[in-house]
Nanobody, 124 residues
Framework: VQLQAFGGGLVQAGGSPRLSCTAS????????VGWFRQAPGKERDFVAA????????LYADSVKGRFTISRDNAKKMVYLQMNSLKPEDTAVYFC??????????????????WGQGTLVTVSS
């Protein structure tokens, strides 16, 4: 599966952008999906993940209650709704897919397919 994330840009603190990730190739329901982010000078971190059906979502503590992951398998789309953005949310955001042969994971090493990333910059 090929993934492409978009929807980033410059956002004011408190803003509510939505990132999108398109998937092409195989059926999206064959994969769990996740969002990860990498801030300048830091390692890539887990943000949110969603199992193949959308029935189970996982979130990093830093975004819980502010971000929502969702998916539309028919449209082959994955979304990350981000609310109440903070300057520390500034990062390149990546979508990723993990073949479904285990439960949904927060570990980036479990994800086989990655999009190119989209930069979100939050101004204070």
């Amino acid at each position: 599966v090929q993934l492409q994330a978009f929807g980033g840009g410059l956002v004011q603190a408190g803003g509510s952008p939505r990132l999108s990730c398109t998937a092409s190739g195989r059926t999206l329901s064959n994969y769990h999906v996740g969002w990860f982010r990498q801030a300048p000078g830091k390692e890539r971190d887990f943000v949110a993940a969603c199992n193949w059906s959308g029935s189970q979502n996982l979130y990093a503590d830093s975004v819980k209650g502010r971000f929502t992951i969702s998916r539309d398998n028919a449209k082959k789309m994955v979304y990350l709704q981000m609310n109440s953005l903070k300057p520390e949310d500034t990062a390149v955001y990546f979508c990723a897919a993990d073949v479904v042969y285990r439960g949904v994971s927060i570990n980036e090493n479990d994800y086989e397919y990655w999009g190119q990333g989209t930069l979100v910059t939050v101004s204070s």
